[in-house]
């Protein structure tokens, strides 16, 4: 099977991205995917916002944005998958073509701008088949006229069904969306959304998702006003709307977010530095250019407690999800430890403080 699925993924990078996603999404949906042989081992499980996770690595959310799949993600070992971007009503996002890929970068550029079915569609499906650790990622449609009311909706509509929810002020593709991190404007949503949940019978996590363009300068205050309201965790981060250090001259020109191994050492960093301003005390997601055991290995010591990928599962196909779980364990037999938690954070004063 990983075998097919390793022809698959040769077929899938050479076809038209966006396409190749869909059918990335089909296949799921039909059940053509690699099971996970194994169940997870013991030492990978941790507690989290009150959550059992089976293993730290999880599905970023933007694969599947609908819900269509969460089940099939988790079947193929992942430990949690997180859905969305959802708007409130359904939109189809920006012209074609909007998805970019670098093989010579190992990286993707999206300006796909929340293209999704709605929260009601999302809704239906996951009332349907809710299980294990299911995200849901929330957002403002693009020509809302009121952005909180947006993300209240979605507290409101989807709190039923989310294991957790994250708020997403950092896509770079819905004009505006990133204003929604500075300070004031951070502390007004976040307060109106702390009283929704509040009503909610089961009152889900709640997390934010940042940039990783955010300066030094303004980070401290961004985390202060997170932590001051009682957010659950962050997530560091979204794609980034540098181009460092490109190979691909073509794609770099594209507009959009940038993902995959030229985002690692920014998001990494951005990472380290969002652990050491929190001092340790905030479960962090660390996302942005995972590929392999290394870099999933990196964003751990960097503070990370759990980890999220997508553009690495592109270019390396699902075998990539066991890899990288074989490899946590021997670093955690390595360090002589029991599980993850002396890895995590174990270098983040390094990581904070590497030259951009
Ligand atoms: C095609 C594509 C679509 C994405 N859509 C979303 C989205 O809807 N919401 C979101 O919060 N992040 C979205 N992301 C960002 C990812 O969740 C992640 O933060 C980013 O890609 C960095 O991780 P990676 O390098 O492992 O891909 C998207 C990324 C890609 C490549």
Do not use: C
């Not at 592109?314 to 955690?332: D, Q």
């Amino acid at each position: 099977m990983n075998a097919l699925f390793g022809l698959g993924q040769a077929l899938l990078l050479a076809l038209d991205p966006e396409q190749a996603h869909g059918l990335a999404v089909k296949s799921l949906e039909l059940g053509f995917y690699p099971r996970a042989s194994e169940p997870d081992d013991k030492r990978l499980a941790q507690r989290i916002f009150g959550l059992d996770f089976p293993n730290p690595l999880g599905m970023a959310p933007g694969f599947d944005k609908n819900a269509r799949v969460p089940r099939e993600l988790l079947d193929m070992g992942l430990g949690f998958v997180e859905v969305g971007t959802l708007t409130p009503k359904p939109q189809s996002g920006n012209p074609l073509p909007r998805v970019f890929r670098s093989i010579a970068d190992r990286a993707v550029i999206n300006r796909l701008g929340f293209n999704n079915e709605g929260q009601e569609v999302a809704l239906a499906r996951l009332k349907q088949r809710a299980v294990g650790i299911v995200g849901v990622n929330i957002g403002a449609g693009r020509d809302s006229n009121d952005r909180i009311a947006d993300y209240v909706m979605g507290i409101e509509r989807l709190g039923v069904v989310a294991s957790y929810f994250t708020v997403n002020i950092s896509s770079p593709n819905t004009p505006g969306l990133r204003d929604l991190q500075v300070p004031a404007a951070l502390d007004a949503l976040l307060k109106r959304l702390w009283a929704a949940r509040a009503v909610l019978p089961n009152t889900p996590p709640l997390l934010v998702k940042l940039a990783p363009d955010l300066s030094d300068a303004d980070l401290p205050n961004v985390v202060n006003t997170i932590v001051a309201n009682g957010v659950d965790g962050i997530v560091v981060s979204n794609t980034t709307l540098a181009r460092d250090e490109l190979k691909d001259a073509a794609f770099a020109r594209e507009s959009g977010g940038l993902s995959g191994r030229p985002l690692f050492a920014r998001a990494t960093r951005m990472l380290a530095r969002v652990y050491k301003l929190t001092e340790g005390r905030l479960p962090l997601i660390g996302v942005g250019g995972i590929d392999s055991s290394e870099s999933a290995l990196a964003k751990i010591e960097a503070g990370a407690s759990l980890l999220q990928l997508y553009t690495g599962l592109v270019f390396e196909g699902p075998s990539l999800i066991g890899r990288i779980k074989r490899a946590l364990i021997a670093a955690i037999e390595r360090a002589g430890a029991q599980d993850l938690k002396p890895l995590i954070g174990a270098r983040a004063d390094t990581w904070a403080e590497r030259p951009l």
